[in-house]
């Protein structure tokens, strides 16, 4: 059974902090790796996607990808009241659905 | 960036009755389109997998004579509520792969539709 983990959280970061989300995956033959962000009541927006090993980095958002170690990370900087949303981790191989963890609940206080 | 589309937002029937939802790949050819359901603080569940001119496959549990998928096109597909029941009330959402996003297959999710059935 493949599976995606994630800390469901909450976490809770005051404003302007870095808000450090993470996620593993079982499987070794994952290809690709993704981040969602979720408001309550609407549908996941995607916001970024990673490859290959190492940082890629986005406006204020940074995935980090360590296959070896099947992990992948994304940080916030500079969180914002607006980023509080429900965070999904979705891991893909060739031939299957996007798998998607629980998702991590991000709350950030002003 | 991608866009998807889903119509209608919010739909309310009588137990009985039966609901299409339609979701359009606006801006990108979609040959793999995904629905998917989402109870209250309960996660993304996958209902089925639909490949444009074939058959959908369907999630374990889930009833294809009751959830009815057409994928017409590449960029159109139509989930069909047959016969629904207050438990099919659910926040529906479709969701649409570009297969020409640089090889990393990017899926983008439509707006999602609320049905209540009463």
Redesign the interface.
């Known amino acids: 059974q493949k599976e995606v983990e994630q800390n469901s959280g909450p976490l809770s970061v005051p404003e302007g902090a870095i808000a450090s989300l993470n996620c593993t995956y079982s499987d070794r033959g994952s290809q690709s790796f993704f981040w969602y962000r979720q408001y309550s009541g609407k549908s996941p927006e995607l916001i970024m996607s990673i490859y290959s090993n190492g940082d890629k980095e986005d406006g204020r958002f940074t995935a980090q990808l360590n296959k070896a170690s099947q992990y992948v990370s994304l940080l916030i900087r500079d969180s914002q009241p607006s980023d509080s949303a429900t965070y999904l981790c979705a891991v893909w191989e060739a031939g299957t659905a996007l798998i998607f963890g629980k998702g991590t609940t991000l709350s950030v206080s002003s | 960036?991608a866009v998807v589309s889903q119509h209608p937002s919010w739909v309310i029937c009588k137990s009985g009755t039966s609901v299409k939802i339609e979701c359009r790949s606006l801006d990108f050819q979609a040959t793999t389109m995904?629905w998917y359901r989402q109870f209250p603080k309960q996660?993304?569940m996958?209902m089925a997998?639909s490949n444009e001119g074939s058959k959908a496959t369907y999630e374990q549990g889930v009833e294809k004579d009751k959830f009815l998928i057409n994928h017409a096109s590449l960029t159109l597909s139509t989930l069909t509520v047959t016969s629904a029941h207050p438990e099919d009330s659910s926040?529906y959402?479709c969701?649409a792969r570009d297969g020409a996003s640089g090889?990393?297959?990017?899926?983008?999710?439509?707006?999602?539709t609320r049905l209540t059935v009463t």
Request: charged share 5%; no cysteine; aromatic share 26%.
């Open positions: 960036g995904f996660s993304l996958l997998t926040f959402i969701s090889g990393g297959y990017e899926q983008y999710f439509g707006p999602g």
